[in-house]
T-cell receptor, first 110, second 113 residues
Framework: GQNIDQPTEMTATEGAIVQINCTYQ??????LFWYQQHAGEAPTFLSY????GLEEKGRFSSFLSRSKGYSYLLLKELQMKDSASYLC???????????FGAGTTVTVRA | DGGITQSPKYLFRKEGQNVTLSCEQN?????MYWYRQDPGQGLRLIYY???????QKGDIAEGYSVSREKKESFPLTVTSAQKNPTAFYLC????????????FGSGTRLTVV
């Protein structure tokens, strides 16, 4: 099974940087995903890490350390539209299904 | 355009009634999933299917049933045995190995009245 932890809420100012941490314990690891979810909508894919290191995509970057069971999502140059919930999800190596953390609600203030 | 469609978007049910949520995909994905999301919580897996005519229980299957008679379709029935059915239900699909994880439907918000 999977045990995934991430902070419940974070607040930051427009233009700033926010880092959302995610720790996990898993019986079989086959990749870590970050999704963005606006209220009442479906999650949308942000990033995927399967090897250690940093993946950068524009204003969003994601980091993975498999030995530490740790990932973070870095959001730079925050915009008001970045106010959303960010979900960390781990894929199981046995059956490829995703287990999700409870999500981190990020509020961007002007 | 390929995608995954959930219907209806909003659904109201009286206590004691069964209700079926529709999920259809034209992405040719093998695997399909049903998740439930409650306010302030993450997604919890109800059922999943990796191949036609086969499905497995997830973490919270009690009070729910599914079928997978066609690759494209994975309907979820919320039965009267589900004690707290009011929630946001998300259907998702994926190929066996994907760099994008899942493709999600737009969700169905079920309210018991």
């Amino acid at each position: 099974g999977q045990n995934i932890d991430q902070p419940t809420e974070m607040t930051a100012t427009e233009g700033a940087i926010v880092q959302i941490n995610c720790t996990y314990q898993t019986s079989g690891f086959n990749g870590l995903f970050w999704y963005q979810q606006h209220a009442g909508e479906a999650p949308t894919f942000l990033s995927y890490n399967v090897l250690d290191g940093l993946e950068e995509k524009g204003r969003f970057s994601s980091f993975l350390s498999r030995s530490k069971g740790y990932s973070y999502l870095l959001l730079k140059e925050l915009q008001m539209k970045d106010s959303a919930s960010y979900l960390c999800a781990v894929r199981d190596s046995a059956d490829y299904k995703l287990s999700f953390g409870a999500g981190t609600t990020v509020t961007v203030r002007a | 355009d390929g995608g995954i469609t959930q219907s209806p978007k909003y659904l109201f049910r009286k206590e004691g009634q069964n209700v079926t949520l529709s999920c259809e995909q034209n992405l040719n994905h093998d695997a399909m999933y049903w998740y439930r999301q409650d306010p302030g919580q993450g997604l919890r897996l109800i059922y999943y299917s990796q191949i036609v005519n086969d499905f497995q229980k997830g973490d919270i299957a009690e009070g729910y049933s599914v079928s997978r008679e066609k690759k494209e379709s994975f309907p979820l029935t919320v039965t009267s045995a589900q004690k707290n059915p009011t929630a946001f239900y998300l259907c998702a699909s994926s190929p066996r190995q994907s760099f994008y994880g899942y493709t999600f439907g737009s969700g169905t918000r079920l309210t018991v009245v």
